[in-house]
């Protein structure tokens, strides 16, 4: 039967093959069980009214013999990636209405798979927030406990995911948005390098971090994914292949911990204690696991919120209602721009598009951008002689389990270091994959949380990841 | 920086800051500023020189244009002011 909860996309396929049930049956269940569930979730901004026609098309190809890796699979994707003829927001009321021209380069290859898109999840606006609290639609609930966010910037997809809804979901991640609420949610949430898919048809927000990756709820499926999503692109310029980074190390299960970095402040307890067990859990595997250091890896988040506001208030200039999306008029063009892009941006993409245009301003150029740049780079080269020694790099994905709504949204600097784990990865383009690691227990009976750790590898080693990964969750 | 600082960036930046806005962020900034400023104070860096930076252009030559106008209907279906095939904007000086 189609039970949801216990379904991967593995197993969903090998049952589709032998016709234990339909595609049209699975994404009736997924339909089912998104009617019933997510008006207390809201992981989805909309449901596609085509989905069972998608199903049709997938049981018709599996009656003539075809086998595609995604063949049948109800899918949700981000509210940033374009779909032919569907609406896309970014979360923003500045696209509210926009339907998109043409396929995004994911979702041209997810249609190619055979995989059933149900529908577009909810997202922090323009993908800018760690809670999802920041879209302009909707208050996405985090399915272990509904008093809580589920992370963000893809919130809805890691929601949807966790709630049985979908068996995969597209996110894309800047500084840590697939893989901060995926630990959230309890669910597997992978980066990959930088360059491995494309973002042809991925609304912008930082584009020297943004990568797309997949929410899965096992290790394999994230596999399958990325071996669907990744390659060049000739629609994407930053696109590279598989000879770009040569590998350099055969895969010897060394685990580097940055101790210093993981003993930062404001780590919770149960965070601590968690990934302690973590550890022990990969040396019982045979695993080697060695304290390392990486001095510069604290200025990671700070190099962060410099170039990621510079290029976001960048990006965002095309957003002038003219050309496409929301128009507000004054009375002239200049106006018209005030106006339209007050009224449609929310309020924390005011805050990044001014502090952009502040760090890039002459006069504070060389002293925020250029000095973030080159320690950008420093961190990269440090990551990048670390990587001559060891396989990955093991550290919490987060901070604290998942936080209650409201409690970050008034101080934004402190929303930001919910980050502090997942932003090096994006700093330095390599690939990083947040794995369940078991559950915070809160206080007095209050329920549990999920977490997660997270595995970071060597430009172009998600091999390394699947590898550990698997072992990890023992599949 | 102060209020009349952020009221300038957020011109420049063409967004229109709504009431108080300008007190909340200028305040806001000072703590994210003092965070990110950290960055600025690691002497390593001045050894190192940005523009040898990771990050370096890819170009391609112009070449196989599309057919004219396959794509104009599509594109103009969006624009939220249109004129035949034009996108009609207020004049511009």
């Known amino acids: 039967m189609t039970d949801l909860p216990k379904l991967s996309i593995t197993s969903a396929r090998v049952a589709l093959q032998k016709k234990t049930f339909s595609a049209r049956e699975l994404t009736k269940a997924s339909l089912d069980a998104i009617k019933e569930k997510d008006p207390d979730i809201h992981a989805f901004l909309e449901v596609f009214d085509d989905a069972l026609e ?179 692109d000739s629609l994407d310029s930053t696109t590279i ?11 010897s299960k060394v685990i580097g911990v940055p101790r210093v970095f993981v003993g930062s402040e404001g780590i919770d307890d149960s965070v601590k204690h968690n990934f302690r067990a973590s550890v022990e859990k990969f040396k019982s595997l045979g695993y080697e696991v060695r304290d390392i250091e990486l001095p510069h890896i604290k200025y990671s ?39 339209t892009r007050g009224e449609g941006f929310g309020k924390e993409a005011r805050r990044r598009i001014v502090l952009g245009t502040y760090v890039l301003s002459s006069g504070y150029y060389d002293e925020y951008y250029g000095s973030a740049l080159k320690m950008k780079k420093l961190i990269t080269r440090e990551f990048d002689e670390m990587f001559g020694e060891i396989d990955l790099i093991l550290t919490p994905t987060t901070p604290t389990p998942a936080f209650k709504f409201g409690e970050k949204t008034a101080d934004p600097l402190s929303m930001y270091l919910a980050d502090i784990f997942t932003v090096p990865a994006n700093i330095a383009g390599l690939p990083s994959i947040s794995i369940p690691s078991g559950l915070a227990h809160l206080p007095a009976q209050a329920g549990t949380l999920p977490l997660g750790i997270l595995l970071t590898a060597g430009l172009g080693r998600e091999d390394n990841l699947f590898a550990a990964g698997k072992e990890f969750l023992g599949a | 920086m102060d209020k009349e600082e952020v009221l300038n960036l957020a011109k420049l930046a063409r967004v229109e800051l709504k009431d108080g806005e300008a007190e909340s962020l200028s305040c806001e900034f000072d703590s994210i500023l003092n965070y990110v400023g950290e960055v600025k104070k690691v002497g390593k860096l001045d050894k190192l020189n940005k523009e040898e930076s990771t990050i370096r252009n890819v170009m391609r030559k112009d070449g196989k244009p599309h057919e004219p106008g396959l794509y104009t209907q599509k594109i103009l279906a969006q624009a939220p002011v249109r004129e035949g095939d034009y996108i009609k904007v207020k004049k511009i000086l």
Do not use: W
Not at chain 1, 306 to 334: C, Q, T, W
């Open chain 1, 54 to 232: 998608q199903a049709d098309e997938a049981d018709r190809k599996i009656r003539e013999g075809e086998d595609l890796p995604l063949l049948g699979i109800p899918m949700a994707i981000k509210d940033n990636m374009l779909m032919a003829g569907k609406r896309v927001t970014a979360g923003s009321k500045i696209l509210e209405g926009f339907v998109a021209p043409y396929d995004s380069t994911v979702i041209k290859k997810l249609k190619d798979a055979g995989a059933v898109i149900l529908g577009r999840t909810n997202m922090d606006e323009f993908a800018m927030g760690s809670s999802t609290e920041n879209s302009a639609y909707s208050v996405t609930k985090n399915p272990h406990d509904l008093s809580r966010v589920p992370g963000g910037s893809s919130g809805g997809s890691a929601a949807a995911v966790a709630a049985d809804f979908a068996l995969a979901a597209l996110g894309s991640d800047t500084g840590g948005s697939i893989r901060q609420p995926a630990a959230f949610c309890g669910v597997v949430g992978l980066k990959p390098t930088y360059g491995r898919v494309s973002r042809s048809g991925l609304i912008a927000l930082a584009s020297s971090f943004d990568q797309i990756g997949p929410f899965t709820k096992t290790v394999g499926d994230a596999e399958i994914l990325y071996e669907v999503l990744e390659g060049q």
């Open chain 1, 241 to 251: 292949s598989r000879e770009t980074y040569p590998s350099r190390r055969k895969f």
């Open chain 1, 301 to 339: 988040l700070a190099t962060y919120y410099i170039i990621m506001p510079a290029e976001a208030s960048s990006n965002l200039a095309r957003f002038d209602g003219v050309k496409y999306g929301l128009h507000r008029s004054g009375s002239d063009v200049i106006e018209d721009y005030l106006k």
